[in-house]
């Protein structure tokens, strides 16, 4: 597949995620636009395909809350799956491992885990006092670097 129709699929998928009504107390009755309307919009964002093409993974935002979700991009309409149920906070940095078996991610300043089967619950990987931010894996997928203390 081509990187142009791999993007396309992507976009295409994850706002069909966002036009789906994913929570019926969000639709008012009125038709009016209300906070609660508005605070249970998600935002997707951040979408990072496996190495096989077969999924593609994504943060979803939703009141300031972000949530690695990953959804079967072989089938259509694919339903996302959260893999995180954090409840406050941000992340960044999503990637896949090299062999696909993994999604990385940053948080509070670790670097994360999660399988993208949501088999396991999301550990921190290397969990330190330090902040630690901008993770960028390496071209072979064998390394990351990162900024901490405005050191990389």
């Avoid at 966002?18 to 508005?38: K, M």
């Avoid at 694919?78 to 896949?96: E, H, I, K, N, V």
Wanted: proline content about 9%; aromatic content about 10%.
């Amino acid at each position: 597949m081509t990187s142009v129709r791999r993007l396309a699929v992507a976009a295409t998928a994850i706002w069909c995620f966002v036009l789906t009504p994913v929570h019926p107390a969000a639709q008012p009755a009125s038709g009016r636009l209300t906070i609660d309307t508005l605070i249970d919009i998600k935002h997707p964002s951040s979408p990072v395909w496996s190495p096989d093409s077969r999924q593609v993974a994504f943060v979803w935002e939703r009141a300031g809350v972000q949530n690695v979700w990953v959804a079967d991009a072989s089938t259509a309409p694919a339903s996302p799956r959260a893999l995180t149920r954090y409840d406050s906070g941000t992340l960044g940095g999503l990637f896949w491992s090299h062999d696909g078996r993994h999604l990385y991610y940053s948080r509070d300043g670790d670097l994360w885990t999660v399988d993208p089967d949501g088999a396991q619950p999301p550990h921190a990987v290397w969990p330190t006092p330090l902040h630690g931010g901008n993770v960028v894996v390496s071209p072979d997928g064998a390394a990351v670097a990162f900024v901490r203390g405005g050191d990389v």
